[in-house]
């Protein structure tokens, strides 16, 4: 199981594009690879270590508790990223 982690926050334009790069991504995957992708979006206003860490960069994304980008989310490295954790945790 790949988990991808999207921080974001309320009102965030750039969140809501990450979001459908995310899912559009996963959408055009192969189905194994997409069913083994487990996806997660945590507002950073709810965690203050979050807040004091990120609120510059959102929205991040995750892979695997690991930073794969923040601010814009290139739908081919994303693509190429959970196609890569797939293969290792086969």
Do not use: F
Not at 17 to 40: G, H, K
Request: charge should be negative.
């Amino acid at each position: 199981m790949t988990d991808l982690t999207i921080l974001t926050k309320p009102d965030c334009h750039l969140c809501d594009v990450a979001r459908e790069i995310v899912e559009q991504t996963l959408a055009d995957l192969p189905d194994d690879v997409a069913d083994a992708v487990e996806v997660t979006e945590v507002s950073i206003l709810d965690d203050d270590a979050l807040y004091a860490q990120w609120w510059e960069k959102i929205p991040v994304v995750l892979i695997d508790g690991k930073l794969h980008g923040h601010w814009r989310v290139a739908p081919d490295r994303l693509r190429n990223a959970l196609v890569g954790a797939a293969k290792e945790s086969a």
